[in-house]
């Protein structure tokens, strides 16, 4: 039996700790100030004690509950600061861990899915998880050939519980919006809910992660860790050292951050156009920074021989062409400056519906502050860039809240969307500076305009690799 509470009835009872907890402690608030404490000592009370209660809660449920957790870390970066701080460390830390499941727990999935003499697969197997997240854990062991591997174990009962807590998180999206002022929460639980039944099936999982373990097999600076067992609830993988990417946040090097985001960029973009699938799952919790192929050359503090390790392909968009060239072509029109190509490409993708009639310069003029990264040569990703960005968008008063409630999210690019924005969180959270527009000129179809009979196609900048041929990555 699981000590993962799968019930319906006692998932939701926990999660309605969350509305009460927030009354209560409002009530706590009051007492305080009676009692003679300022306002604003309080209120920073208030909110570490929310923080603490989120993180229990949301980290004992793990499933869906975590998931959703995992969901608002990335964006903490578009917080004000004032309200950021008490909640940073309680979401980071869904990034990385969880209260683990207990060993007899672990033992018992293990003699279930490899059988009752599975110990004899291992030439070690550590007890202890090294990392737990949403829907399972990760033990270090030794696999029978002597390789060091990464044993995940998904949590029974973990189908169930996923989709009941998004289904019981939506009731309360409402009470949970001010964490991230001027997102709409909903639309978020109900995309995670229609993604959770791929990431529980390991065998899609292994397909994602053995296709871009031989892609990027001898890449000199992307590590994916390869597949070695797979079965129904646990996944073997090769074991990968490094530094997570929660703790190069939080106290790498300026060289180590900008490296770490330069890669992240890089896999963003290079991963769909060489493997044909969007790793869509990028919060700091799934990567390492990782030290150069040649152990005997020493980083010199500048962070570029670090490598990135890419963990976790449960969930994946798969993009048989890569990245839909509209993307490109809307994002270097709007460079450009082509404000009405801009427009009638976005109402062809859907992007504006049939029924909505826009100013096209009014599109144009909501897209340019976005795109601000790919203008120039490097932009450095900042939580204040990223909070004025939030800012002007939620703001109800503003023209660009109002064109924003119009523009419209075809379903083919929910993850896409989700994916980048994500990322771009992750940079803001590093303050890496990054040559984006580079990546976009090596990687991104329709961003370079289609040379014409005789023009010389540019060669991109020093140190990113070309775009595969189309027909190479349909082949």
């Given at each position: 039996?699981?000590?993962?509470?799968?019930?319906?009835?006692?998932?939701?009872?926990?999660?309605?700790?969350?509305?009460?907890?927030?009354?209560?402690?409002?009530?706590?608030?009051?007492?305080?100030?009676?009692?003679?404490?300022?306002?604003?000592?309080?209120?920073?009370?208030?909110?570490?004690?929310?923080?603490?209660?989120?993180?229990?809660?949301?980290?004992?449920?793990?499933?869906?509950?975590?998931?959703?957790?995992?969901?608002?870390?990335?964006?903490?970066?578009?917080?004000?600061?004032?309200?950021?701080?008490?909640?940073?460390?309680?979401?980071?830390?869904?990034?990385?861990?969880?209260?683990?499941?207990?060993?007899?727990?672990?033992?018992?999935?293990?003699?279930?899915?490899?059988?009752?003499?599975?110990?004899?697969?291992?030439?070690?197997?550590?007890?202890?998880?090294?990392?737990?997240?949403?829907?399972?854990?990760?033990?270090?062991?030794?696999?029978?050939?002597?390789?060091?591997?990464?044993?995940?174990?998904?949590?029974?009962?973990?189908?169930?519980?996923?989709?009941?807590?998004?289904?019981?998180?939506?009731?309360?999206?409402?009470?949970?919006?001010?964490?991230?002022?001027?997102?709409?929460?909903?639309?978020?639980?109900?995309?995670?809910?229609?993604?959770?039944?791929?990431?529980?099936?390991?065998?899609?999982?292994?397909?994602?992660?053995?296709?871009?373990?031989?892609?990027?097999?001898?890449?000199?600076?992307?590590?994916?860790?390869?597949?070695?067992?797979?079965?129904?609830?646990?996944?073997?993988?090769?074991?990968?050292?490094?530094?997570?990417?929660?703790?190069?946040?939080?106290?790498?090097?300026?060289?180590?951050?900008?490296?770490?985001?330069?890669?992240?960029?890089?896999?963003?973009?290079s991963g769909p156009a060489r493997t044909g699938l969007l790793h869509a799952d990028p919060h700091p919790g799934n990567f390492r920074l990782l030290p150069a192929a040649d152990a005997g050359e020493e980083d010199d503090g500048s962070g570029g021989e670090l490598r990135l390790g890419v963990l976790d392909f449960g969930t994946v968009d798969r993009l048989s062409g890569g990245l839909p060239d509209t993307i490109g072509e809307a994002l270097r029109m709007a460079l450009e400056g082509d404000a009405q190509g801009v427009y009638d490409l976005l109402r062809g993708e859907g992007f504006v519906k049939e029924s909505i009639d826009l100013d096209p310069d009014g599109v144009l003029e909501y897209l340019l502050p976005i795109i601000e990264p790919a203008v120039v040569e490097e932009f450095t990703f900042t939580r204040g860039w990223m909070r004025t960005q939030a800012a002007r968008i939620a703001d109800p008063r503003s023209p660009a809240n109002q064109l924003g409630k119009q523009l419209n999210l075809p379903p083919s690019y929910l993850l896409i969307h989700r994916v980048t924005l994500s990322t771009i969180g992750v940079l803001c959270q590093l303050g890496a500076t990054v040559r984006l527009r580079g990546e976009l000129e090596a990687w991104l179809p329709g961003f370079l305009p289609e040379p014409e009979d005789g023009e010389e196609v540019l060669s991109p900048p020093v140190g990113v690799e070309p775009a595969l041929d189309r027909s190479d990555v349909d082949a």
């Open positions: 039996m699981s000590d993962l509470p799968r019930k319906a009835v006692t998932r939701t009872a926990k999660l309605a700790t969350l509305p009460l907890g927030f009354a209560g402690r409002a009530t706590w608030g009051l007492g305080k100030r009676i009692g003679g404490k300022s306002a604003e000592i309080v209120a920073r009370e208030l909110q570490q004690r929310t923080a603490d209660q989120l993180f229990k809660v949301l980290g004992e449920l793990k499933g869906g509950a975590m998931k959703f957790g995992q969901a608002l870390s990335v964006f903490e970066s578009a917080l004000p600061e004032e309200i950021a701080g008490p909640y940073r460390a309680a979401l980071t830390k869904l990034q990385e861990a969880a209260p683990p499941m207990p060993t007899r727990t672990v033992h018992a999935v293990l003699a279930e899915r490899l059988g009752e003499e599975w110990r004899e697969l291992f030439l070690e197997f550590e007890d202890k998880p090294s990392a737990a997240a949403s829907i399972g854990q990760v033990h270090r062991a030794v696999w029978h050939d002597g390789r060091e591997v990464a044993v995940k174990v998904q949590y029974p009962g973990a189908g169930e519980a996923l989709l009941s807590d998004l289904t019981q998180l939506s009731r309360f999206a409402r009470l949970l919006g001010p964490l991230v002022p001027g997102m709409d929460i909903k639309p978020l639980i109900t995309e995670l809910r229609d993604r959770v039944s791929e990431e529980l099936d390991y065998a899609l999982e292994a397909e994602a992660q053995r296709e871009h373990a031989a892609e990027f097999a001898d890449d000199p600076d992307v590590v994916v860790p390869d597949v070695v067992h797979q079965g129904d609830q646990v996944l073997v993988t090769e074991w990968i050292d490094g530094t997570p990417l929660a703790e190069v946040i939080s106290d790498g090097t300026p060289g180590e951050r900008d490296r770490a985001g330069q890669l992240l960029a890089r896999f963003l973009f």
